[in-house]
Structure formats: C-alpha cells, structure tokens
C-alpha cells in the first residue's frame, strides 16, 4: 500500500503523533512522508530516522508559516500526481484541517481521531470513538486516497534509527494568491505538551474553592474567584511539574478566566491519551471525559 504521511510541525520541530504515524504507515507498505516548511531539511533527515523510504520535501520561503490554503494546495497538487492509497495525518489542529481540506479537494472522505486500524484487500477499516468516548466504532472509506487522522499516543512511536537514509524528493509549494498570512506568533507559557504527556495533572472551578484562602481586598466578588482559582492552579501546576506532567483544564475553568484555552481537555479542547490522568475540582461532566 502506497502510504504517505504528512509529518505536522513548528518552525522545525515536529509533533512525536507524526513519528507514531509513520511507524503505522510502516505496517501497511512503504511510506512517503510530506515535509512543507522553509529551512526544513533536516527534519526530512529525521523522517528517514523514523522509518521514512521517502520524503516530499517542499522548502519553500512561502511555506515559512503554516496557512492552510497554501499548504493545503500543495497537498492537493502532489496528492494528485502521486495517487497515494493512503494518507495520514495526526489528530493535531493542522493535522485535522488539512485533512479535511485535502479530502475535499481529493474528493473523498475522511475518519478522523482513529485509534486502531486494520487492513484488507486495499482497504482500511478503522476503530474510532464516538458518543463522547461511550461507543467505538468501525469504518471504512470506499473511495481513495482513504484520509485518516491518529489520535495521539494510540500508536507506538517507532525506535529512531540514527543516520537510515533514503530517498530525498524535492518538489515545489503551490503557487497562488492565498488569503491569510501571519502576523506573528505569541509565546505560550512552558510546559509538556498535553497531546503528548504521559501524565496530565488538570483542575476545574473546584480549584477555587478552598475556603482557608483571604483575596486581598479591594477585590469584587468574581475578581476574589478568579484570585482563590489562581491560587488552586498554583498548586495544581507545581504537582504537574514535580510529575514532570503536563496541566490540563475543564472548559468550566477555562471560560472562568482561571486558565488560558489552549490547557483545555474536552469534547471542544484536546482529546489526550495519557498513562495517568489526575482531575482536581472536576466534576467530570461527559463532554470532559469524551477528552
């Protein structure tokens, strides 16, 4: 099977979901993995590491940062010309979004947030949750390329292999007027990743109610909640980091102003995979489990 794997990163560093979805391509065939940025060349040395038989690598200044209209157009255009049986893709905010926007394109479906799959006679039945986690699925797409993304940490990341090599294409970005571009970037605060921690540590509004904390005065009725919150994800954050975990929150705590969006574990934050999962001040409402 023709297997090609696009391989999701920042300014070079990729995410390890793309690894873990080249070790399943593995398991099909061959694999090609897409490699789209400026300066990116080495990453496409990593891939070979990783288990890649060949890399698309398209190096390009206007590929510099990630706008979906451009990388989804070169995705489209080699898609194409290549006609993989297969497309992978890590259930990441990019991974998902080119996905669809390639399926689109390629006139085909998509199953997203896979976590088993399968194949047969050149097809590919996959396991996916659905119900907020309450019942698995199993699908299949009868037309090709089939699109699928992985959800993180489902699949084992294969050994790295320093110094395994293969074949280096390179290929051109897609030319066009594209819409959006970046203005720039904001820093987010340290930490381990969620969709690729072992360990999440996570808090909810439960976190501000310790009654044995006195906010300052001068503070209003939902400044002193916000004040008491802070001071429960304080702690919540120094057990994550003698944990070495990563710090997760509901979307109660979220739209409380207690923690920024991006810390959200939910049916509208990340869907996480860890070994161990501490909730405190949660009330583990369903859309919260479905993460």
């Not at 080249?22 to 590491?49: M, N, Q, Y």
């Not at 979906?68 to 290549?82: C, H, I, P, V």
């Not at 970046?182 to 690729?196: F, I, N, P």
Request: charged fraction near 20%; proline fraction near 5%.
């Amino acid at each position: 099977m023709n297997t090609w794997v696009y391989v999701d990163h920042f300014k070079g560093t990729a995410l390890p979901a793309s690894w873990e979805a080249i070790g399943v391509g593995k398991t099909l065939g061959t694999v090609k993995a897409l490699v789209f940025g400026s300066g990116v060349e080495a990453l496409a040395k990593t891939a070979f590491e990783y288990g890649a038989d060949e890399v698309l690598l398209a190096d390009d200044p206007a590929l510099a940062d990630y706008r979906a209209e451009a990388f989804a157009a070169t995705l489209g255009k080699l898609a194409a010309d290549g006609a993989p049986d297969l497309l992978l893709f890590p259930t990441t905010t990019r991974g998902r979004e080119l996905a669809a926007m390639a399926a689109i394109d390629l006139k085909t479906g998509v199953m997203v947030d896979v976590i088993a799959l399968e194949a047969a006679d050149g097809k590919i039945t996959v396991t996916r949750p659905i119900y907020a986690g309450k019942l698995l699925t199993k699908e299949t797409c009868s037309s090709k390329p089939q699109i699928i993304t992985l959800r993180g940490r489902a699949f084992p990341k294969p050994a790295q292999q320093a110094g395994k090599s293969g074949t280096l294409t390179k290929v051109s970005a897609a030319a066009g007027d594209f819409l959006t571009k970046v203005e720039g970037y904001t820093t987010a605060e340290g930490g381990v990743s969620l969709t690729d921690a072992g360990v999440i540590v996570s808090g909810g509004r439960g976190v501000s109610n310790n009654p044995a904390l006195t906010p300052p005065a001068g503070l209003d009725e939902k400044q002193a909640e916000v004040w008491r919150a802070q001071q429960g994800f304080a702690l919540v954050k120094d057990l994550a980091a003698v944990l070495g975990a990563a710090v997760g929150a509901s979307r109660a705590a979220v739209d409380a102003g207690y923690i920024p969006y991006p810390n959200q574990v939910g049916q509208t934050g990340k869907v996480v995979s860890p070994d161990v999962y501490i909730a405190c001040g949660i009330s583990g409402a369903i859309q919260h489990l479905a993460g």
